[in-house]
């Protein structure tokens, strides 16, 4: 029996390898725990997909093994742990691609294996070693100049000649996702309808800055300068996405709306109708890929009387942050992250603040989801151990979505210990806290709902000191110049902000492409884990996101920086060998649940 | 005897700490080859020095060592060779400093030596864990946001506050220069008189690219993207800098002129007379950085007649390129650099084009010159190596240039037998060659004089089939139509273009500041070889290059892009120190031997 790390994972790779190649699936599984989990990113499914048990694994290898011909599956560096619990960074192949997994076995067999593609041969990124060399060093006559070159590429993209891929977004998901198709050759427009790259942002409330750290938050290629802050502000970033977008010379449509998008059945293609600086402009892209973030339309609940409200009133989105609110009343109605932003924007710049909690909150202090939650693989200690940012993503992507929560609840456990006085002020202040139906905590609430937390940056102290009032419960009704809760308090109010959400992100595809079109996408985002909004059965990956959906040629793409930056490269995969022809069977597409 | 590279350098390491932490300099230079040299960067000598001999290393730490205080004398990584030839990395501090070494030992004595300041104590750069946070998680009423801050700063600077540093400077040497001082929290502004940044680049003829590789040719603190192509167009070069710039938030004043200069006694500060955007500013820095890159103004020689010729005439850095020549008849005057690009444009551009080769050339194809001269250092082979861009600056800089011509023998020998066709095909055509007066190739031409060569990028190929023509010797005079060779030839001539390069750089001294300040500082570059347009007496280091001068509180930053980042780095440790009033005190400030 081999006793070192290295000796246990290449012995059980050898016996994979060999097992896989001659299609014996009973070997196959024999060398996978009775508990045990196999998550595909592309490489072996065309999907996003965990198996989750052995019976699943089976019937994936059964259905792919023909077409995928995995192969050389080396250890990428030395295995790390011990005989009984053993982890390793493996190498493969598949006869269309190049792959990266992680593994970690338990006294030898699998617990987890995380497979992934990373490049398609022959379609493979011109970097490093295969750059090109940008100028021919033999003079021709009538030979172009790159800016010249440029120019008459980005004069006809979209009218004489069209791109491959139009990507419908407003941040750094659409950005990114470029990027990656930028440099794999996929010509693509991205449309979006502020003036600048970065508006997204910048057009924000005044006092936001990124509530994760900056190790979570780069974009795919350049990373951050070394010397930016831990939290970037609303503004820094918005220039960085400008920036990188010109650096990347991504074909970038600002002040673009899309109007409407059909799918034309007789040229398969899709017919997108944009105005682009107030001209109409038609393109017909082979795939159509929505990435408007996390969240659909702005949601603002139906308050009796809301109509009458004297005051100004709006939704969170439309904040603007700063001015001078000195003698104001205003009633903030939410409890997330927005509304916490918001009521600590009005405080500061004068206002008379009252926070309407409707619900439960999870509160995360800021320097505790650093140290507890991500500091392990978000964090400069986590460079300085070699965990890069490319294997940070990979290591959050190896627990599958059905162990993360028994993976998170102990973090959270601990959170609550080392911040037991800060919770308790906050319950003596009368907010009412949350962990989660299961204690998993924040991760997973954002995963299973976008919502239901707040990350403090400050704003809590506010509240347990009372600068910001806190009324609880359900809203009655809006009168002229009140929020009146069910239990008959009255807040006085001369502006209301409704910090109440968003719909779901497929009201965007109900409203360009059409009703029927979105339903039969269905919901978008959760994983069925039948916990509040995020509705079962069981579905294991989020829906929708980043991988076929049930409408052939429309992608949804999202998330945030983290996310967008790991998952746009499965995405960008599948797009290019959709591009170049190559089969992309799709193992288990999943069937849509819920419509909305 | 220890016998492994490690043991070979810790037992001299360890001598060389005890002798000078006892200042016993017998022992240090006892530690020396009698053939040794010991190159110093700001460390010990707040100067760029080589010391070339036991004895100016003794006059060195004579009057050094007290203040200096060096300590801590570690192996950085594994040394390499063996232990006749050993090679190593090393850490070291000073009183005020961290500095990083590369040592050559020869049996055991130090050949070369080159020590490095790398951050002063106390000002280090707030980067990686020291990074700022960004934000206070504690809110306050009036606090600013990051853009307001911003905007705010930039609308005072050169205003109601004045910067410590004037960089005056039109391309990526003021720029990277800026970017180090601004990360090291130097206040200053950057004065160009162009549009936007990268115009010095944009401006260019239309066919330019970098004639070095890309790997070379970084920027401090952020690569090139792993996608960029060998060799930039000058476009995408001008773009770069654009974005760096932004991404750098640095203080960039376009549309600026520099009108006036001078140096107030009284105040102890300069005052800058600029035209920003058409209104005239007064700046009073304590620092003023002349960055105006190698050359100074462009020259163009008095040639009998000149003033009656009929056509175009203009110098080399006037040339538009692109165009229609059909049918015209061009002269170019020049055979380094620039003449065979414009040549090269103006036949693929329809001309009838003779070069006009007053004097002998160095011709290195740029293929060979990437695999003979630069590869070992700045290549994916040498990235591969662990040889990182920042290594191979200081391995360019570990072998002074007293022997760096010894070194570079050779490499233009392999050249001239590996392009032997090549070169007497070029022979054939009338074009005459040379390696440089010792053989020592296009660096040092670079370094001597910094003109007298071309990197073949295919011009070289447009002479040896006569599709450019060749006129060898001296200008007789200049008539209406033609450009007479003192032979008598007649070159009948529509246009003339001077590729007569540039005068010394001071030349920007003498007009911006006055004559007897720029004679003060006296000639630029060249290091005192004694070859051609490089005069004696020797001085070891580039004149007046990156390290004090003869006129206190005067700068000049310059050289390629390589040396630009570099140097850029010491420059500004040096302007940090004084900003911050440190003990700078300048050992053996070099005399002005030529003034312009």
Redesign the interface.
């Known amino acids: 029996m081999p006793e070192t790390p290295n000796g246990v994972v290449e012995a059980w790779l050898a016996q994979f390898d060999e097992a896989l190649r001659s299609h014996n699936t009973d070997d196959v599984l024999e060398l996978f725990d009775d508990d045990s989990y196999w998550r595909d990113f592309v490489a072996f499914t065309w999907n996003l997909k965990t198996l989750e048990s052995k019976e699943d694994i089976r019937r994936m290898l059964d259905e792919t093994l023909d077409d995928v011909q995995p192969s050389n599956w080396t250890l990428a560096e030395d295995a790390t742990g011990d005989a009984a619990n053993t982890e390793a960074w493996v190498n493969f192949e598949t006869a269309q691609a190049r792959g990266y997994a992680h593994l970690r076995l338990r006294n030898g067999k699998c617990w987890t294996l995380l497979t992934t593609m990373q490049e398609l041969k022959g379609f493979e990124?011109?970097?490093?070693?295969n750059?090109?060399?940008?100028?021919?060093?033999?003079?021709?006559?009538?030979?172009k100049?790159?800016?010249?070159l440029?120019e008459e590429q980005e004069a006809r993209l979209g009218y004489e000649d069209q791109p491959y891929t139009v990507i419908i977004g407003r941040g750094q998901g659409g950005i990114g996702l470029g990027a990656r198709l930028r440099?794999l050759g996929v010509p693509t427009i991205i449309i979006e309808k502020n003036d600048r790259p970065g508006d997204s942002w910048r057009n924000r409330y005044?006092?936001l800055?990124l509530h994760d750290p900056?190790w979570y938050d780069h974009l795919p290629?350049?990373k951050f300068?070394?010397?930016?802050?831990?939290?970037?502000?609303k503004?820094?970033i918005g220039?960085?996405l400008e920036?990188y977008t010109?650096?990347?010379e991504l074909n970038y449509w600002s002040k673009t709306e899309c109007t409407n998008a059909r799918f034309d059945e007789a040229s398969q293609e899709w017919v997108v109708e944009v105005v682009r600086d107030g001209e109409p402009v038609t393109l017909r892209p082979k795939q159509l890929v929505f990435a408007l973030g996390v969240s659909g339309y702005p949601s603002v609940p139906a308050f009796d009387g809301a109509e009458s409200f004297q005051g100004e009133q709006y939704h969170s989105s439309k904040h603007p942050g700063g001015g001078d609110w000195t003698g104001k009343k205003a009633v903030v109605i939410g409890s997330n992250n927005s509304a916490h932003d918001i009521c600590?924007d009005l405080?500061?710049?004068?206002a008379d603040v009252t926070m309407v909690q409707r619900s439960s909150t999870h509160i995360a202090r800021?320097?505790s989801l650093m140290d507890l939650a991500l500091g392990g693989l978000y964090s400069?200690e986590a460079l300085a151990n070699g965990v890069t940012t490319e294997k940070a993503d990979l290591l959050f992507a190896s627990l599958p979505y059905r162990i993360l929560p028994e993976a998170q609840i102990p973090v959270y456990a601990e959170m609550a210990e080392r911040d037991a006085e800060f919770y308790s002020q906050l319950e003596a202040a009368g907010f009412e806290l949350d962990f989660g139906v299961d204690g998993s905590g924040l991760f997973l609430k954002y995963l299973r709902r976008g919502s239901g937390y707040y990350i403090?940056?400050?704003?809590s102290?506010?509240i347990i000191d009372g600068r910001v009032q806190l009324a609880n419960g359900e809203v009655g009704k809006i009168t002229g110049n009140a929020v009146v809760m069910a239990n008959g308090t009255e807040l006085e109010a001369d502006a209301i902000i409704y910090a109440t959400g968003y719909g779901s992100m497929n009201g965007w595809l109900a409203d360009l492409v059409s009703p029927e079109v979105a339903d039969a996408v269905g919901k978008c985002w959760g994983f069925g884990s039948d916990t509040p909004k995020d509705p079962g059965p069981w579905e294991g990956e989020l829906r929708n996101m980043w991988k076929p959906t049930n409408v052939d040629n429309l992608w949804i793409h999202g998330g945030n920086l983290h996310q967008s930056r790991h998952y746009s490269n499965y995405l960008a995969l599948q797009l290019k060998a959709r591009m170049e022809g190559l089969p992309t069977p799709v193992f288990e597409r999943q069937p849509t649940h819920h419509t909305r």
């Open positions: 990124e011109k970097k490093g070693p750059r090109e060399k940008g100028v021919a060093h033999e003079i021709t006559k009538g030979r100049s790159w800016l010249e440029k440099r005044k006092s800055h900056v290629y350049i300068p070394d010397d930016w802050p831990v939290f970037a502000a503004d820094k220039d960085w920036n010109r650096i990347m600590a405080w500061e710049h004068g800021s320097e400069e403090d940056v400050g704003a102290q506010l």
